[in-house]
């Protein structure tokens, strides 16, 4: 594999499209945002009307993904990250943020009383971090804080770096196999 593939997940709300558009410039990734794609492909078994959102059918989803990533070079956003294959992934980045922070973003989408309550706990209780933890090595989890504007900054810095090093890494492999 030539790019590695990045994925980047993290409660609704917390910064991950931001960063994975600001990565996708900076790095010329494809981001595959799983919401969106979702949408255009389909990928829904029915609505949930508590929640005002989809319910994702995951096999569908993850039969279209799967050509795409054996290319390589994708950031893939989503708020879950269990039903994910872990060969797909170099690097799991899981985007945190303050909960006065978040519930103030959350409310400013327009979001009811029960999804926000909802996506609250899911932060407060670490559920994103934990699926992670759950679901890959402990070596491709990294947790990134995204409060502010300068903490943006830092995570697309960390991200940069963290592919260097994968790209010398994975060039010293080649270089042995010569």
Request: proline residues 3%; glycine residues 4%; hydrophobic residues 35%.
């Amino acid at each position: 594999m030539k790019q590695p593939n990045i994925l980047v997940t993290g409660t609704p709300g917390v910064g991950k499209t931001h960063l994975c558009q600001r990565l996708a410039e900076q790095l010329g990734f494809k981001w595959q945002c799983v919401s969106a794609i979702v949408q255009e492909q389909g990928c829904v078994e029915e609505y949930d009307e508590e929640f005002e959102c989809p319910v994702l059918d995951e096999d569908k989803l993850l039969d279209y993904l799967e050509p795409i990533m054996q290319q390589g070079g994708n950031i893939v956003e989503y708020h879950s990250s269990e039903f994910f294959p872990e060969r797909w992934f170099q690097a799991v980045y899981v985007v945190r943020c303050a909960t006065s922070l978040l519930y103030e973003r959350l409310q400013s989408r327009g979001y009811n009383e029960r999804k926000i309550r909802s996506n609250m706990e899911c932060e407060i209780f670490q559920i994103p971090l934990d699926e992670a933890k759950e679901s890959y090595r402990d070596e491709l989890i990294f947790e990134l804080q995204s409060d502010h504007e300068t903490d943006l900054e830092a995570n697309v810095k960390t991200v940069c770096e963290w592919l260097e090093s994968w790209r010398s890494a994975n060039k010293q492999k080649a270089d042995k196999k010569k």
